[in-house]
């Protein structure tokens, strides 16, 4: 049994990845008992499974996966959200109004309209329908401040780090808040515009640069040449 590459080493469709007793992972193919990989991405192993992260792909919702998600249409009983995936979600009304909505009497718009965006979690999805959003619990509803920008979803573990290290170390070293929905929209909320841009620009290059070595280390690099940079400017 041996495995031909390293973890996270960048592979294209036809790399060799194992020779051996492996079990095929996503995104790879058997061949005279030989595994390749089937399309561009991240190789990655656990156990006796070899699979390739794909560097692009869309989100597909998951029960309990928080998501931000932007209003596109107000209905009488339901508003239909943009999750960045290729289904739409929804939110129904008794899910806000705790059961006692009153089409005649609650107004949708006012609680959410078009182009607000909401942190909500995915309640419910077996794909016969639209995935079902929740906006109960601690933090869910609309977001009123902060940027939002969105990256490629298989992006968002080197976003975060292992343990949370690299999204921890930008909120430490700007000043920001920052959260991360799993269908790869992400808030920035800081003190003021400069802190904010630094950190956008930071994530920026986690994604550009996600499938290479040293990043974390020319991520804080960065983030420590522009604080520089600011105390000067004061």
């Not at 596109?72 to 006692?100: E, N, T």
């Not at 003021?192 to 290059?205: F, G, S, T």
Request: charged fraction near 25%; glycine fraction near 12%.
């Amino acid at each position: 049994m041996t495995i031909m590459v390293e973890k996270r080493q960048l592979v294209t469709p036809g790399t060799l990845l194992a020779e051996g007793n492996y079990v095929l992972g996503e995104n790879t193919f058997l061949e005279d008992g030989k595994i390749y990989a089937a399309r561009i991405g991240l190789f990655n192993s656990a156990g006796r499974v070899v699979s390739v992260v794909g560097l692009r792909g869309v989100y597909v919702p998951q029960v309990g996966d928080e998501v931000i998600g932007k209003v596109v249409d107000v209905g009488l009983y339901s508003w239909l959200m943009d999750i960045a995936a290729p289904y739409p979600g929804v939110i129904h009304a008794s899910d806000v109004f705790d059961g006692s909505y009153n089409p005649q009497k609650d107004v949708l718009s006012e609680v959410f309209n078009v182009g607000d965006y909401v942190l909500a979690e995915v309640a419910s999805f077996d794909r016969t329908k639209d995935p079902t959003l929740t906006t109960r619990g601690r933090g869910f509803g609309k977001i009123s401040h902060g940027h939002i920008i969105e990256i490629v979803p298989v992006k968002l573990p080197r976003l975060i780090g292992k343990k949370g290290s690299m999204v921890n170390m930008l909120k430490q070293e700007t000043g920001c808040q920052i959260l991360i929905g799993q269908n790869g929209r992400v808030l920035v909320s800081g003190r003021n515009r400069e802190d904010e841009a630094l950190a956008i620009r930071a994530i920026r290059k986690i994604e550009a640069e996600a499938h290479t070595r040293g990043l974390t280390d020319r991520i804080r690099i960065l983030l420590e040449e522009e604080k520089k940079k600011g105390d000067v400017d004061e």
